[in-house]
C-alpha cells in the first residue's frame, strides 16, 4: 500500500460531508470491523457504493481496510477524528479570542 | 442546526453603530485580526488581513448592510485570493440589546478546504447538514474502549 501524507482535517470533513460516509463509518465503529459486503447488507446502498464511499473515507485516513481472503475488511481509524475535533476546537476558541478583542475595543 | 460550521456569539456593552465600526474599519480591525487591514467595505471590495508573522491573507467583502449585516470570504493559504475550495466565509450578525449589541460569527465551508479536486467533486454536491454533531457523537462511540 501507498504511503499518505497525514490527512487535512479539512479531508476529513469532506469526507464526513456525506450522510452515507457518516453511516458507514458509525456501522464500523458501532457494530465494528466489516467488509464492503457485509455493510451494503446493512445500509440501503449497492456494494458498488459502498466500496467507493470507503475509498474516500480511506483516502481522509478515516477507515483502513486488511485483506482477507478475497474481501477487505474495513474498520475506523479514531486519531483523525479526535485531531479534526481538535482543530475545530481551537477555530472556535480564536473567535472566541477575537469576539473578546472586538468587545474590548466597542467598550473603550 | 450544526453545519461545517463555527458559531460564536458575545453581547457587548457599546450600541451597534459602535461595534460596526469595530468590525468593519481597518484601524480597528488590526486590533482584533490581524496586524494591518486594508478593506474596501462595499459588496466585491478586497480585503488584505496582514500577520507580520505568516504574510497576507486576501478577502473578498460579500455584505454590508450596516449596522447589522457584514461579511467576507477569506482565503486560508496566505497570498492567495479567496475563492472556492480554499476560503471560508465569515459572517456577522449584529442586534441590539438592551442599550448594547449581541454580535453573533458564523464561519463556514471547512469542509470544501484544501481537498484534492476528486474528493471536493464529492463534497460540494452534497449536503454538509448536520455532521458535525453527529460527528462528535462518533468521535464519542470511537474512543470509547472497545466492548
Redesign the interface.
Known sequence: MRLRPAP????V???????TR?RL??EL??AGAATATTLAGRLPVTRQAVVKHLA?LS??GLVTGQRQGREVRYE?R?SP??T??DW?TG??TE??R??????R???S | MAT?R?E???V???PPQ??W???TEAE?IS???GDATEIDLRPGGAIVFTWNKYGSHHGVVERVEPPRFFSYRWARPAGEPAAEGNSTLVEFTLSPDGAG?R?R?V?TG???????EE??G??VK???EG??A???E??G???RPAA
Open positions: 487535512e482535517p479539512a479531508g470533513l469532506a469526507a464526513m460531508a456525506d450522510p457518516r463509518l458509525e465503529v458501532t474516500v483516502q481522509a475506523v479514531t477524528l479526535a479534526t475535533a475545530l477555530l472556535a473567535w472566541d477575537r469576539l473578546a478583542a472586538i468587545k475595543i466597542a467598550e | 461545517d463555527i460564536r456569539e458575545i457587548i456593552g457599546a459602535r461595534v465600526q469595530v468590525l480597528h486590533g482584533w485580526f449589541t454580535l460569527v464561519e471547512f469542509a470544501s478546504l484544501a481537498v484534492t474528493e471536493r464529492v463534497a452534497e449536503n454538509i455532521w458535525i453527529e460527528f462528535g462518533l468521535r462511540y470511537a474512543e
